[in-house]
């Protein structure tokens, strides 16, 4: 029986894309005086910061150019963010149906509570899990399973929402069962042949669909 679910923030909770994609834009222009191709950018959605940015400038000190990235963020975010139709509706019912929530994110802790407290849901979540408390990130299961230990959870008693293969990589990993929204941007199309042996348990069309996909299982 589910008990629990585990939420993705960026493109699943919250439409971030506007201001990851302007913050990368920022990054190469200041660091290479030009723009990258979307292409290029969309794959990475969901992946540690420091990870690509060594892959995207690897003659760059990563904190230097995760720098260049922040910095931007700090001065744009929250204009450029909205919750996705039918979010906030979505958490508020999980929380009143007795779920437990948490939040597993590999944006800061700063930033992720910045807009959650901004759109009235951050009491909806009974955890919020960042970077800064693992050692290991998503694709690696250690953030799904710090959650879990958190909220007193086993992993096959929980789902966990998300938009990018290393949201649905970290859930697999964790034993636990992988919801792909229906809404995401970085796999937009994607069949199950698409994933391989990878692919999500489920997948959640519209938020409002939630707690009854959950009570079918």
Known sequence: MIDTILFDFDGTLMDTNNIIIESWQHT????EGREESLERLIPTFGEPLSRTMAEFFPNIPVEESIEVYRSFQRDHFTGYIELFPGVKEMVHEAKAAGYKTAIVTSRLVNTTTEALTKF???????????????????????????ALRKLGAKPENAVMLGDTMFDILCANNAGVKSVLVGWTFALKGWTDEDFGDDKPSLRLENPEDLITMLRNE
């Open 28 to 31: 190469f222009r200041t660091l």
């Open 120 to 146: 009235g849901i951050i009491d909806d979540f009974d955890v919020i899990v960042t970077p800064e408390d693992t050692d290991k990130h998503k694709p690696d299961p250690e953030p799904a399973l710090v």
